[in-house]
């Protein structure tokens, strides 16, 4: 059974930051696309950064420079390194997985395969 275990979340004032990590278990094969949702309260759940088998990474342009995606294979985590945090990243976040070796399509929702529960994050102003 794959699980995906999101932690990290928490409440913090803007500019701070928060490293979320994703804790996968039970999935076996090194091919994996991981992705970085959020999703706030009334809004749709938008892809914020995803990492290909191979490392290569991508971003939503709205946390372009400020988010870092990394994988640790020995671990099997991916990390989400948030900084400069403003009160519009306040959401839930989630991390997902696609069985893919690249990611493509990779902020749409409907293209991955196993979900974590999610993780809290708030940015107070």
């Known amino acids: 059974q794959v699980?995906?275990?999101?932690?990290?979340?928490?409440?913090?004032?803007?500019?701070?930051?928060?490293?979320?990590?994703?804790?996968?278990?039970?999935?076996?094969?090194?091919?994996?696309?991981?992705?970085?949702?959020?999703?706030?309260?009334?809004?749709?759940?938008?892809?914020?950064?995803?990492?290909?088998?191979?490392?290569?990474?991508?971003?939503?342009?709205?946390?372009k420079g400020?988010?870092?995606?990394?994988?640790?294979?020995?671990?099997?985590?991916v990390y989400l390194q948030m900084d400069s945090l403003n009160p519009e990243d306040t959401a839930m976040y989630y991390c997902a997985l696609k069985i893919w070796y690249s990611c493509p399509s990779w902020s749409a929702s409907s293209t991955y395969t196993y979900w974590g529960q999610g993780t809290q994050v708030t940015i107070s102003s």
Request: a positive charge; glycine letters at 14%.
């Open 3 to 63: 699980r995906l275990l999101e932690s990290g979340g928490g409440s913090v004032q803007a500019g701070g930051s928060l490293r979320l990590s994703c804790a996968v278990s039970g999935y076996t094969s090194s091919y994996s696309c991981m992705g970085w949702f959020r999703q706030a309260p009334g809004k749709e759940r938008e892809g914020v950064a995803a990492i290909a088998s191979e490392g290569s990474t991508i971003y939503a342009d709205s946390v």
């Open 66 to 77: 400020r988010f870092t995606i990394s994988r640790d294979y020995a671990k099997k985590t």
